[in-house]
């Protein structure tokens, strides 16, 4: 079951939100949105979210298994395991 958190009124926004909390925690430089991950697939998946970041900093998912857990993890822990706009409840 998912954490709940402050979170903001749209899924987009509460994405932005993750990725600048994956930011902070980790230094990501990720230049990715929420509004870009919703428009590339809906559900946005933990895995599909995962690789998004871990690509959009320059790395390779197949080569950073210890990442790839850490950043799945904090997705499930906010919205499980798929989210859709239709389905986030801010």
Do not use: C, H
């Not at 958190?5 to 925690?25: I, M």
């Not at 230094?27 to 990715?32: C, E, I, Q, W």
């Not at 933990?46 to 950043?71: S, Y």
């Amino acid at each position: 079951m998912p954490l709940k958190q402050q979170r903001a009124a749209t899924l987009a926004e509460d994405l932005d939100l993750l990725l600048e909390e994956l930011r902070a925690k980790w230094n990501y430089s990720v230049d990715l949105t929420g509004a870009d991950l919703i428009a590339k697939k809906s559900p946005v998946t933990a895995i599909d979210f995962t690789r998004a970041v871990l690509l959009a900093d320059g790395l390779k998912p197949d080569n950073e298994p210890n990442l790839v857990r850490q950043v799945k993890r904090k997705f499930i822990q906010r919205y499980g395991l798929k989210i859709t706009p239709e389905a986030y409840e801010g």
